[in-house]
């Protein structure tokens, strides 16, 4: 079983700046082989949940959707089993719940049904 704990979301000006983490525990963490990945996902108020970054574990290969490719850096720690999502140049259509996702996964990164284990969500509040 893997567990995933997400954390630093919170209020932030257009424009600005926040970093999520998302640690990331359990027996088989440290055994991940190079099928595993570990994605963003987002779900604004009323809108349906939505990918956001993506790279895979051993890899480190990276997905981006294209509202947030030249604005959001997914990055990952092996040592920490902790993955980061560097979110610059925010807008208020970024505010959202935003959720940390893993599964072993060979491809289709984008779609969250593929990914087994989720955290529990953070808010990111963007304000104009």
């Known amino acids: 079983q893997v567990q995933l704990v997400e954390s630093g979301g919170g209020l932030a000006q257009a424009g600005g700046s926040l970093r999520l983490s998302c640690a990331a525990s359990?027996?088989?963490?440290?055994?991940?082989?190079?099928?595993?990945?570990m994605g963003w996902f987002r779900q604004g108020p009323g809108k349906a949940r939505e990918f956001v970054a993506a790279i895979t574990w051993r890899g480190g290969n990276t997905y981006y959707d294209d509202s947030v490719r030249v604005r959001f850096t997914i990055s990952k720690d092996n040592a920490m089993n902790t993955v980061y999502l560097e979110m610059n140049s925010l807008k208020p259509e970024d505010t959202a719940v935003y959720y940390c996702a893993a599964g072993r996964i060979y491809s289709g990164y984008l779609n969250y049904r593929n990914y087994d284990y989720w955290g529990q969500g953070t808010q990111v509040t963007v304000s104009s």
């Open positions: 359990g027996q088989s963490v440290g055994y991940w082989d190079m099928g595993w990945a």
